[in-house]
């Protein structure tokens, strides 16, 4: 636990922390150590380092979404999640970093400023660049850790913690995974609770784990799936424990390869990593078989109406009385709504809630949110299809590309390249299904590919199972 406070705060420079509980860590360290000399029974995470995104409640710990919103809110209990994870010994780091309540793919959009990937200063990098190492000059060009779970992405990637919850509405596990080298696992919709988690789009949200390896990945799953009352999502019998054996012969296993996924948008060098994967598959016996997802096409704008819709309905609960921030302007209720509104949301966030606005204006509903449902309904058939016709899992790229660097990442044209980006990861949760981001291998520049494997609602156990034969 010192260990991984000393590198927090040598790697205070990424920004991955929000919050550094550092007193509560010492406290539940002590506390662990304590039960550990005593004989007493422990807890699967017993004395284990764990951060925690800064859109999941804990008690007395400052939760602020990374808006301006909600800076000073001190939830007065724990997510579900979070409280699972210290009832088994787990030891609080802290809050991590992200876009604005989860709204991006960079965590460059948060309040608190942007997350750096760590691997922006790895040797590997560095040399390709010809620049020196951190600290003897300044660069601005560092990468993008991908988002919006940037924050929990670098805290593992940096070891400043073994675990991290991220979440996962359209991607934002998986995507910053990938980019900073570890794996990002999205369980199944309804496996895991979601009370305590600030909502995004309640529909797809969906608690995330972020480790650096899968067998990790499925000791936290046993951790937290299962029935929660608070939640009525959440299935009655998750079919624990998450122990994963070693698979040691793939040759019965059907693997997916969606053609609508070879996008022109994608690097070539992510395309070979993906081919080389499929290949390995197939030179050990498993089944590889091309097969198609039609309704890919309109996942992008599909995603997009719900989610504005779900945002603009979700964040009306923040009007300057109840939580966080409050303007103070006297003239009427309305003008305090809306100075508080303006004051403590981002463009981005206020951007979501117009255009959901615009989407559930009765003149407007059916053409838009109602089609939408439809759409979704339809992209997620595509994979019941695909998985009735005998396939286990499916194998995609996770991101386009690597990690780009920052001032590249902001550029205005790259705002739709970033919507774009999570072309291979929103489908999965307008269909609720699990999927998981695993490092492949490092490209030229030295930076991490990930490659995303997708499984059937509820085959969590499988799914990580055949990530972990092929991590
Ligand atoms: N990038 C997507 C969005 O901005 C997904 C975010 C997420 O998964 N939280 O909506």
Redesign the pocket.
């Known amino acids: 636990c010192q260990k991984c406070l000393s590198l927090i705060k040598k790697t205070k420079f990424l920004n991955a922390y929000i919050t550094v509980s550092e007193e509560v860590a010492l406290k539940q360290a002590e506390e662990s150590e304590k039960r550990y000399k005593k004989g007493h029974s422990l807890g699967d995470l017993d004395g284990i380092p764990i951060a925690v995104k800064d859109n999941f409640s804990t008690s007395g710990i400052e939760t602020t979404c990374a808006s301006n919103m909600l800076k000073g809110y001190v939830p007065p209990y724990n997510a579900t999640v979070v409280q699972r994870l210290l009832d088994q010994g787990a030891v609080l780091m802290g809050k991590t970093n992200?876009?604005e309540f989860?709204?991006?793919?960079g965590s460059t959009d948060g309040a608190f400023g942007p997350v750096k990937n760590p691997w922006s200063y790895s040797k590997q990098y560095r040399e390709k660049r010809k620049q020196k190492p951190h600290g003897e000059k300044e660069d601005s060009n560092w990468l993008i850790t991908g988002?919006?779970?940037g924050g929990s992405a670098a805290a593992v990637s940096a070891f400043t913690c073994f675990a991290a919850l991220g979440?996962?509405?359209?991607?934002?596990?998986r995507?910053p995974a990938a980019h900073c080298g570890i794996v990002g696992f999205k369980p199944s919709y309804g496996l895991v609770s979601r009370h305590g988690l600030i909502p995004?789009?309640n529909s797809?949200?969906v608690p995330?784990i972020l480790t650096r390896c899968v067998d990790d990945a499925a000791i936290v799953l046993g951790m937290l799936a299962g029935h929660d009352p608070k939640d009525s999502t959440t299935i009655q019998d998750p079919g624990k424990p998450f122990m994963l054996s070693s698979l040691t012969d793939v040759s019965k296993l059907c693997i997916g390869i969606p053609k609508e996924y070879l996008v022109p948008e994608l690097s070539s060098e992510v395309r070979s990593f993906w081919s080389k994967a499929a290949n390995l598959f197939e030179s050990e016996g498993a089944k590889v078989i091309e097969v198609s997802l039609p309704h890919t096409s309109h996942s992008i704008v599909c995603?997009?109406v719900l989610?504005t819709s779900e945002v603009a309905s979700n964040m009306a609960r923040f009007d300057g009385l109840e939580y966080g921030h409050r303007c103070d302007i006297d003239v009427s209720t309305e003008a305090m709504y809306a100075a508080t509104r303006r004051e403590g949301f981002n463009d981005?966030v206020r951007g979501?809630i117009l255009a959901g606005n615009f989407f559930l204006l009765k003149e407007n509903y059916a053409n838009y949110f109602a089609k939408a449902q439809k759409v979704r309904r339809l992209i997620a058939n595509d994979f019941v299809n695909v998985f009735n016709s005998g396939v286990d899992v499916l194998l995609t790229p996770t991101t386009l590309s690597e990690a780009v660097p920052y001032p590249e990442f902001i550029k205005e044209d790259n705002r739709t390249r970033?919507?774009q980006?999570?072309i291979f990861?929103?489908a999965v949760?307008m269909a609720g299904l699990p999927a998981v981001s695993v490092p492949v291998a490092l490209s030229n520049q030295g930076l991490p590919v990930g490659l995303q494997f997708i499984g059937r609602a509820f085959c969590d156990q499988q799914l990580l199972t055949v990530a972990k034969w092929f991590e």
């Not at 989860?102 to 793919?105: F, I, P, Q, V």
């Not at 979440?167 to 596990?173: A, I, K, L, P, Q």
Request: with cysteine; charged share 20%.
């Open positions: 992200l876009d989860a709204m991006g793919s988002g919006s779970s979440s996962d509405t359209g991607g934002s596990t995507n995004l789009v797809m949200d995330g995603y997009h989610c981005v979501r970033s919507a980006d999570d990861t929103q949760n």
